[in-house]
Protein backbone atom coordinates (compact mmCIF):
# COMPACT_ATOMS: atom_id res chain seq x y z
CA UNK A 1 0.00 0.00 0.00
CA UNK A 2 1.47 3.62 -0.82
CA UNK A 3 2.49 5.91 1.73
CA UNK A 4 1.67 9.70 1.86
CA UNK A 5 3.94 11.89 2.51
CA UNK A 6 3.22 15.74 4.04
CA UNK A 7 6.17 17.81 2.66
CA UNK A 8 6.66 19.00 6.24
CA UNK A 9 6.35 15.83 8.00
CA UNK A 10 9.13 14.28 9.84
CA UNK A 11 9.50 11.99 12.84
CA UNK A 12 12.15 14.17 14.73
CA UNK A 13 9.26 14.08 17.84
CA UNK A 14 11.24 12.56 20.97
CA UNK A 15 9.79 10.78 23.56
CA UNK A 16 11.12 10.58 27.26
CA UNK A 17 12.58 6.35 27.65
CA UNK A 18 9.35 6.22 30.11
CA UNK A 19 6.41 7.49 27.18
CA UNK A 20 8.72 4.97 25.16
CA UNK A 21 8.51 1.67 27.08
CA UNK A 22 5.03 2.51 28.11
CA UNK A 23 4.10 2.66 24.14
CA UNK A 24 5.60 -0.49 24.02
CA UNK A 25 3.16 -2.05 26.63
CA UNK A 26 0.05 -0.14 24.86
CA UNK A 27 0.38 -2.54 21.76
CA UNK A 28 0.77 -5.40 23.81
CA UNK A 29 -2.40 -4.82 25.97
CA UNK A 30 -4.01 -3.11 22.35
CA UNK A 31 -3.32 -7.38 21.30
CA UNK A 32 -4.10 -8.94 24.30
CA UNK A 33 -7.79 -6.55 24.24
CA UNK A 34 -8.30 -7.00 20.86
CA UNK A 35 -8.41 -10.98 21.18
CA UNK A 36 -10.62 -10.99 24.35
CA UNK A 37 -13.01 -8.96 22.37
CA UNK A 38 -13.34 -10.90 19.31
CA UNK A 39 -16.12 -13.41 20.08
CA UNK A 40 -18.48 -10.73 21.82
CA UNK A 41 -18.09 -8.24 18.98
CA UNK A 42 -18.57 -10.63 16.71
CA UNK A 43 -22.35 -11.79 17.82
CA UNK A 44 -22.91 -8.31 18.39
CA UNK A 45 -21.43 -7.59 14.92
CA UNK A 46 -23.46 -10.43 13.15
CA UNK A 47 -26.65 -9.08 14.87
CA UNK A 48 -25.69 -5.78 13.37
CA UNK A 49 -24.80 -7.03 10.16
CA UNK A 50 -28.02 -8.99 9.45
CA UNK A 51 -30.07 -6.03 10.83
CA UNK A 52 -28.45 -3.45 8.23
CA UNK A 53 -28.50 -5.80 5.46
CA UNK A 54 -32.41 -6.51 5.53
CA UNK A 55 -32.74 -2.70 6.08
CA UNK A 56 -30.61 -1.45 2.90
CA UNK A 57 -28.81 -3.11 -0.21
CA UNK A 58 -24.86 -2.65 -0.35
CA UNK A 59 -22.04 -3.78 2.26
CA UNK A 60 -22.59 -4.50 5.90
CA UNK A 61 -18.99 -2.99 6.45
CA UNK A 62 -17.26 -0.51 4.75
CA UNK A 63 -13.54 0.68 4.50
CA UNK A 64 -11.83 4.08 4.17
CA UNK A 65 -8.17 5.18 3.15
CA UNK A 66 -7.17 6.94 6.35
CA UNK A 67 -3.58 8.13 7.14
CA UNK A 68 -2.39 6.46 10.29
CA UNK A 69 0.96 5.95 11.89
CA UNK A 70 3.68 8.14 10.30
CA UNK A 71 1.18 9.31 7.69
CA UNK A 72 1.28 5.60 5.90
CA UNK A 73 -2.57 5.24 4.60
CA UNK A 74 -4.55 1.92 5.84
CA UNK A 75 -8.65 1.19 5.38
CA UNK A 76 -10.38 1.69 8.71
CA UNK A 77 -13.31 -0.45 8.72
CA UNK A 78 -16.89 0.65 10.36
CA UNK A 79 -20.06 -1.25 10.36
CA UNK A 80 -21.99 1.25 7.38
CA UNK A 81 -24.58 3.25 8.90
CA UNK A 82 -26.04 4.95 5.53
CA UNK A 83 -27.87 4.25 2.43
CA UNK A 84 -25.55 3.80 -0.48
CA UNK A 85 -27.91 5.73 -2.49
CA UNK A 86 -26.48 9.33 -2.57
CA UNK A 87 -29.43 10.91 -4.90
CA UNK A 88 -33.30 10.40 -5.45
CA UNK A 89 -34.94 9.02 -8.31
CA UNK A 90 -35.09 12.72 -9.30
CA UNK A 91 -31.39 13.26 -9.29
CA UNK A 92 -31.64 15.54 -5.40
CA UNK A 93 -28.46 15.35 -3.34
CA UNK A 94 -29.68 13.14 -0.56
CA UNK A 95 -28.17 14.84 3.11
CA UNK A 96 -26.77 12.12 5.74
CA UNK A 97 -30.02 12.77 7.79
CA UNK A 98 -31.80 10.88 4.95
CA UNK A 99 -29.61 8.40 3.83
CA UNK A 100 -29.02 7.27 7.54
CA UNK A 101 -30.65 4.22 8.18
CA UNK A 102 -32.62 2.95 11.69
CA UNK A 103 -29.62 0.23 12.01
CA UNK A 104 -27.14 2.65 11.12
CA UNK A 105 -28.52 5.23 13.92
CA UNK A 106 -28.30 2.73 16.47
CA UNK A 107 -24.94 1.36 15.62
CA UNK A 108 -23.18 4.94 16.11
CA UNK A 109 -25.19 5.59 19.18
CA UNK A 110 -23.76 2.70 20.84
CA UNK A 111 -20.46 2.82 18.61
CA UNK A 112 -21.09 -0.73 17.65
CA UNK A 113 -20.24 0.48 13.99
CA UNK A 114 -16.49 1.17 15.68
CA UNK A 115 -16.24 -2.54 16.90
CA UNK A 116 -14.81 -4.30 12.98
CA UNK A 117 -11.58 -1.89 14.14
CA UNK A 118 -10.40 -4.29 16.39
CA UNK A 119 -9.09 -6.18 12.64
CA UNK A 120 -6.88 -2.81 12.28
CA UNK A 121 -5.63 -2.89 15.90
CA UNK A 122 -4.83 -6.47 15.85
CA UNK A 123 -3.34 -5.50 12.06
CA UNK A 124 -0.76 -2.62 14.19
CA UNK A 125 -3.23 -0.02 12.37
CA UNK A 126 -4.68 1.07 15.35
CA UNK A 127 -4.50 1.26 18.93
CA UNK A 128 -7.72 1.74 21.33
CA UNK A 129 -6.75 5.17 22.08
CA UNK A 130 -4.89 7.44 20.07
CA UNK A 131 -5.47 10.48 17.79
CA UNK A 132 -8.74 9.56 15.54
CA UNK A 133 -7.66 9.05 11.56
CA UNK A 134 -8.70 11.90 9.60
CA UNK A 135 -8.86 12.09 5.63
CA UNK A 136 -5.96 11.71 3.67
CA UNK A 137 -7.21 14.82 2.23
CA UNK A 138 -7.04 16.45 5.44
CA UNK A 139 -2.89 16.00 5.05
CA UNK A 140 -1.78 19.04 3.73
CA UNK A 141 -4.02 21.46 6.14
CA UNK A 142 -1.79 20.76 9.09
CA UNK A 143 0.48 22.85 10.60
CA UNK A 144 4.34 21.53 11.31
CA UNK A 145 3.46 21.57 15.50
CA UNK A 146 0.11 19.48 14.85
CA UNK A 147 1.89 16.70 12.16
CA UNK A 148 3.00 14.98 16.39
CA UNK A 149 -0.15 13.10 15.53
CA UNK A 150 1.12 10.72 13.47
CA UNK A 151 4.13 9.58 15.91
CA UNK A 152 1.76 7.45 17.59
CA UNK A 153 -1.04 4.80 16.30
CA UNK A 154 -4.34 6.55 15.55
CA UNK A 155 -7.20 5.31 18.08
CA UNK A 156 -10.55 4.05 18.27
CA UNK A 157 -11.20 6.69 21.08
CA UNK A 158 -9.33 9.64 21.60
CA UNK A 159 -8.81 12.73 24.41
CA UNK A 160 -10.67 14.45 21.49
CA UNK A 161 -13.73 12.29 21.65
CA UNK A 162 -14.09 12.99 25.17
CA UNK A 163 -13.91 16.85 25.33
CA UNK A 164 -17.17 17.05 22.86
CA UNK A 165 -15.62 16.53 19.44
CA UNK A 166 -18.96 17.53 18.15
CA UNK A 167 -18.97 20.79 19.16
CA UNK A 168 -14.88 21.30 17.73
CA UNK A 169 -13.58 22.86 14.95
CA UNK A 170 -11.53 20.66 12.60
CA UNK A 171 -8.28 22.90 14.30
CA UNK A 172 -9.50 22.57 17.82
CA UNK A 173 -9.71 19.03 17.65
CA UNK A 174 -5.74 18.81 15.88
CA UNK A 175 -4.45 20.75 18.45
CA UNK A 176 -5.92 18.47 21.23
CA UNK A 177 -4.49 15.66 19.74
CA UNK A 178 -1.24 17.78 20.72
CA UNK A 179 -1.69 17.39 24.36
CA UNK A 180 -2.23 13.73 24.25
CA UNK A 181 0.84 13.19 21.86
CA UNK A 182 3.18 15.29 24.43
CA UNK A 183 1.46 13.71 27.32
CA UNK A 184 0.92 10.08 26.26
CA UNK A 185 0.82 7.69 29.62
CA UNK A 186 -0.89 4.83 31.32
CA UNK A 187 -2.59 7.60 33.56
CA UNK A 188 -4.15 9.78 30.73
CA UNK A 189 -5.01 6.56 28.56
CA UNK A 190 -7.30 5.22 31.65
CA UNK A 191 -8.61 8.55 31.80
CA UNK A 192 -9.66 8.55 28.10
CA UNK A 193 -11.16 5.09 28.34
CA UNK A 194 -13.12 5.27 31.55
CA UNK A 195 -14.94 8.73 30.35
CA UNK A 196 -15.45 7.18 26.72
CA UNK A 197 -17.41 4.18 28.31
CA UNK A 198 -19.56 7.02 30.38
CA UNK A 199 -19.98 8.67 26.80
CA UNK A 200 -21.17 5.29 25.42
CA UNK A 201 -23.39 4.69 28.08
CA UNK A 202 -24.73 8.66 28.24
CA UNK A 203 -24.84 8.28 24.40
CA UNK A 204 -24.24 11.90 24.44
CA UNK A 205 -21.57 13.00 21.59
CA UNK A 206 -20.29 9.64 20.35
CA UNK A 207 -20.79 11.00 16.60
CA UNK A 208 -17.72 12.06 15.17
CA UNK A 209 -19.14 14.67 12.62
CA UNK A 210 -15.94 15.23 10.98
CA UNK A 211 -16.58 13.20 8.01
CA UNK A 212 -20.34 13.56 7.32
CA UNK A 213 -20.98 13.60 3.77
CA UNK A 214 -17.92 12.51 3.38
CA UNK A 215 -19.12 8.88 3.00
CA UNK A 216 -21.23 9.44 -0.09
CA UNK A 217 -18.44 11.28 -1.95
CA UNK A 218 -16.26 8.03 -1.34
CA UNK A 219 -18.95 5.75 -2.10
CA UNK A 220 -19.28 7.35 -5.51
CA UNK A 221 -15.74 7.44 -6.15
CA UNK A 222 -15.26 3.89 -5.53
CA UNK A 223 -17.88 3.10 -8.09
CA UNK A 224 -16.28 5.34 -10.42
CA UNK A 225 -13.21 3.28 -10.05
CA UNK A 226 -15.32 0.07 -10.55
CA UNK A 227 -16.64 1.55 -13.74
CA UNK A 228 -13.18 2.65 -15.14
Known amino acids: MSEIKHPEYNSAHRFTAKQKSY ?47 HQKIFHIYKLRSMRTEVRDKNGRALSDTERMTKSGNFVRKTSIDELPQLINILKGEMSFIGPRPFLINDLGTYNEEQLIRFEVLPGITSWTAIHGRNNQTIEEKYNQEIYYVNNIGFALDVKIFFKTIALVFSQKDVEDQTTNGRIAAEIMEDNKNKED
Open 23 to 69: IKVKRFLDCVCAILLLIPSAILIGFSAIWIKLESKGPVIYKQARPGY
